[in-house]
């Protein structure tokens, strides 16, 4: 993530305990890791759209901010937390654009793009939205694999850091969790709200 993890766990603990220097000094070595991530999140945004990159990792940072019920660990535990809240932002965006809205039932869903937020089409982003919290409550680690990945930018690696497993399980989890939502938005007959994914690892 372009810096050392020790730095950014010694300035988690500095924050904790109201260090004000060290929140600066750690918003100097996250912003451009976070500001990355919100590049990817609006990549099919028009330059001229309302809600743009800085503008979302201020509000990403301010939400990380003030939650005071956050005891901080280390670097992979700050970058898991931006993934929720990264999905939040985008999902209250997204229905405050077009609450109703939803994907016609002959247009497939990409599963690589459907997390990419876009004013023009809002549906999508939701739509994988409310299957992940149906996955959650099948196989929740499934669930966070693709909010690490998709809304939070880690790598399979760095998953596995977080999650406690190996780059490997991480990567059939991943796997497994593509095909399912496939299914889930995409799949004949509707969605398999009652199949759990098939874990062989």
């Known amino acids: 993530m372009g810096s050392e993890p020790g730095d950014i766990t010694v300035l988690l603990r500095r924050v904790q305990t109201g260090d004000r220097k060290a929140e600066a000094d750690l918003m100097a070595i996250v912003y451009d890791q976070l500001h990355r991530i919100a590049r990817q999140q609006l990549r099919r945004e028009r330059p001229d759209n309302t809600l743009q990159p800085t503008e979302l990792v ?5 939400r990380l901010k003030l939650d005071s019920s956050v005891t901080w660990q280390d670097r992979s535990h700050l970058f898991a937390l931006a993934a929720t809240n990264m999905r939040r932002i985008l999902v209250d965006h997204a229905r405050a654009r077009n609450a109703q809205k939803r994907p016609t039932a002959d247009r497939r869903i990409d599963i690589d793009e459907a997390y990419v937020y876009s004013v023009e089409n809002p549906a999508d982003l939701l739509a ?15 669930e966070k694999v693709v909010e690490l990945k998709c809304f939070g930018g880690l790598t399979m690696k760095e998953i596995g850091s977080v999650l406690g497993f190996t780059e490997r399980t991480i990567k059939s989890d991943w796997n497994m969790a593509r095909a399912w939502l496939s ?19």
């Open 58 to 62: 201020s509000e990403l940072y301010l």
């Open 128 to 142: 994988l939205h409310e299957a992940l919290e149906r996955l959650a409550r099948i196989d929740p680690r499934l």
């Open 183 to 201: 299914n889930e938005l995409n799949g004949p007959g509707g969605p398999a709200r009652d199949a759990p994914p098939d874990r062989r690892s």
